[in-house]
């Protein structure tokens, strides 16, 4: 294997809880078996593909942005932001996994062929993410810098999520990122106070991302049922899960995260059709 070969990441794809495997469409796309991955050239061409790539590193700093001692969303602060930039350091999050957890290609090819990998449960992982990422700062003596930006931060770091500045870093990250490929963004999640449901980002923000159009986004609600475009409206508003299923009658948020993914589904659907 390629030392520059995505596969490496293979072991952190299979260390990411199903909570935001599920939110990944190119990494629901392979199956729960290495073996299965390595013998099968269709599905090593998806592993190598930028798609595959970004749904790691997003899915991946995500899970390591929190433990760096900032308050808010990794989304809050700019790219340039040292934590923002640590939490995306895909290889790094690997060598460590390895390293300190011992989640890597060799144990995972130690699983019987015939037998699908489980998924790692979500306390597990945070836990395992939190160790990991201070074991990075103490090892690389980040704890000084960390600490100097908390006292003295940047103003842009705290502009408003919907800011000039803020639309305009995301919407060329992503757009340069994706390589000319237009990419659901809708993905994209975020661990709640709680630790235990991911929720979507803000949905208009990351749909401007990946069509550059606001039209298309407003075209793209109008196919929803009422419901969904009821429950999308909602999330771009900043209603979490829970209080979007108090407001419209649902038992639990585990209902609204359904719709939001059939929501995330059409979306693929509608962009492959009509997308720009």
């Not at 160790?131 to 006292?151: A, H, M, S, T, Y």
């Not at 500045?165 to 490929?181: E, L, N, P, Q, S």
């Not at 209080?243 to 585990?254: E, F, T, V």
Request: charged share 30%; with cysteine.
């Amino acid at each position: 294997m390629p030392e520059d070969s995505n596969a490496q990441f293979l072991p952190l794809m299979f260390f990411l809880p199903e909570e935001l495997i599920v939110r990944c469409p190119t990494l629901m796309r392979l199956p729960r078996n290495l073996h299965i991955i390595l013998t099968t050239q269709e599905l090593l061409d998806i592993v190598e593909s930028d798609q595959f790539l970004d749904d790691v590193f997003n899915a991946t700093s995500l899970l390591a942005f929190p433990h760096f001692g900032f308050k808010g969303w990794k989304e809050d602060y700019t790219g340039y932001h040292p934590a923002w930039i640590l939490s995306g350091a895909v290889t790094t999050w690997a060598y460590m996994l390895n390293k300190e957890v011992g989640v890597n290609m060799k144990t995972l090819l130690e699983v019987p062929i015939t037998q699908e990998l489980p998924f790692m449960p979500q306390e597990f992982v945070t836990r395992c993410m939190k160790l990991i990422v201070e074991k990075v700062i103490e090892d690389g003596n980040l704890q000084p810098v960390l600490d100097i930006v908390r006292e003295m931060p940047c103003d842009e770091d705290f502009e408003k999520r919907n800011s000039n500045i803020r639309r305009d870093f995301i919407r060329k990250w992503y757009h340069t990122r994706a390589k000319g490929v237009q990419m659901i963004s809708l993905e994209e999640c975020m661990e709640d106070a709680e630790g235990h449901i991911n929720e979507v980002e803000d949905i208009e923000t990351r749909f401007e991302d990946s069509v550059l159009a606001f039209d298309f986004c407003e075209r793209f609600k109008a196919t929803l049922p009422d419901k969904d475009r009821a429950i999308l409206e909602l999330r771009i508003e900043g209603f979490t899960l829970q209080q979007i299923a108090r407001r419209l009658g649902y038992k639990n948020h585990s209902g609204v995260l359904k719709r939001m993914l059939h929501v995330k589904n059409a979306f693929i659907e509608y962009n492959s059709k009509y997308g720009q």
